[in-house]
Every structure is written in C-alpha cells, then in structure tokens.
C-alpha cells in the first residue's frame, strides 16, 4: 500500500544552517506530495505541496521537489531561524481526482521534531 | 488564526471511561471531516472519515463501536472513545476539508492528547 517514509528526529540545528528533512514514499499511480508543519501548541499546517513530478513547492524559505525517478520529496531550507522549530510532516494524496489540488485522504510520515538554537 | 479548533487539548480519564472530543470548524461549513491518531513514534494514522449527516466511514482495523464520531451538523463533528483503556491513550487530530472554486483545502485542529489511567 502507500506509505510514506521520513527522516527520524529530533533534528537540532544552530540558526542559519542549512535544513534537510528526507522523506521518500511509496504509492501507485501519480500521488501529490505535501508538507505540513505544526508549531508548538497549534494545529498541522499546509507549509508547501507539488501535484506532478519535478514541481517543486515553495513557501517561507522551505522548498520540495518532486523526484519521480527517486520517489523523494526532501525539504530543504538554506539558513534556519529560531522561529522555524516545529514538527515537520511529509504526507502524500492518494486522491486519484487531484484537480484543483484536493488533497483527498492524506498519508502521513511519523513526522521530524526540528529544534533551532540561537 | 485558528480555522479549525479542536477541545480539549489535553484530558486524562479513567480506564473504562469515555471521552468526547469535538471538532469545530470555526468561520466555514465543512461536510467532511477526519480523525487521525497519532502513537508515539508512529505516523499519523487516518481513523475515519467523517460526513456530515451521514454514517463515518472507518479505516480497516479501527473500532466503530469503540471509537463513535457524530457529524450532526456542518461546523462539528465529535469522537468519543467509549470504555477507554490505557492503549487508548495517544495524539488524537481532526481535520476539516474546506471546499473552494478550485478544489478542496484541508484544515487541521490543533490535536488532543488523550491519557488513560
């Protein structure tokens, strides 16, 4: 079945360097890809998404790219901030009526805790 | 701000109690919404999806007559884990999906942590 698979945590990084949080699924057909972020105290949040292969999705620095031939989606991040600590979620669709971006019943990873140091 | 609030954040309860967790969408009508649950270390799993005047559809392996989810009306829908039990315990999220003139956007609540004594 689909399964999506994504680097265990914590990650501790000291502010300004560079992120990656690895993450690589299984699915059949043409999944969409996501990644969501929950802050401390609050509620999962949409950071960005790609719908076909080779998009990469983009929002507050963070960046994905949908890698078909390695069925990755890696986020990635060039220089971190304090604000950024929160627990990262790489989730995949497996909607096949994807139009307009329906994110359908969504397939989570076990999430990453990242933690930045001033 | 917050589109979908979920309470209480944190409960603990006595073994063979239940528990009613709610799910609110707050400033629109959501026909559908879903609870995950999350054990420690594990992924977010999808329980059950829930519609709005309707019967929830269950995921393979969860309890329908343990794990009861009401959607009576179009800004709630409610869990409740009836005769709960230590292995009950874990991170439980809902989420709601918002329709749109392009496609569907789902919101999440902010978790609850259940604790079974």
């Known amino acids: 079945g689909n399964s999506v698979t994504q680097m265990e945590g914590p990650v501790t990084l000291s502010e300004e360097a560079f992120l990656t949080i690895n993450c690589t699924y299984t699915?059949?057909?043409?999944?969409?890809l996501f990644w969501y972020v929950q802050y401390p105290g609050e509620g999962l949040q949409l950071l960005l998404k790609?719908?076909?292969?080779?998009d990469k999705g983009s929002n507050k620095g963070f960046e994905a790219t949908y890698r078909k031939e390695t069925t990755s989606f890696h986020l990635e991040k060039g220089s971190v901030q304090v604000s950024d600590s929160a627990v990262y979620f790489c989730a995949l669709s497996d909607n096949p009526w994807n139009y307009g971006g329906s994110q359908g019943n969504l397939i989570f990873g076990k999430g990453t805790k990242l933690s930045v140091k001033p | 701000g917050a589109v979908v609030s979920q309470h209480p954040s944190w409960v603990i309860c006595k073994s063979g109690t239940s528990v009613k967790i709610e799910c609110r969408s707050l400033?629109?009508?959501?026909?559908?919404m879903f609870w995950y649950r999350q054990f420690p270390k594990q992924s977010l799993m999808l329980m059950a999806t829930s519609n709005e005047g309707s019967k929830a559809t269950y995921e393979q392996g969860v309890e329908k007559d343990k794990f009861l989810i009401n959607h009576a009306s179009l800004t709630l829908s409610t869990l409740t884990v009836t005769s709960a039990h230590p292995e009950d315990s874990s991170f439980y999220i809902c989420?709601?999906?918002?329709?749109?003139?392009?496609?569907?956007?789902?919101?999440f609540g902010e978790g609850s942590w259940l604790t079974v004594v």
């Open positions: 790609a719908t076909k292969a080779d």
């Open positions: 400033d629109f009508q959501a026909t559908t």
């Open positions: 699915a059949t057909g043409y999944p969409s």
């Open positions: 989420s709601a999906k918002r329709g749109g003139t392009i496609g569907n956007t789902i919101y």
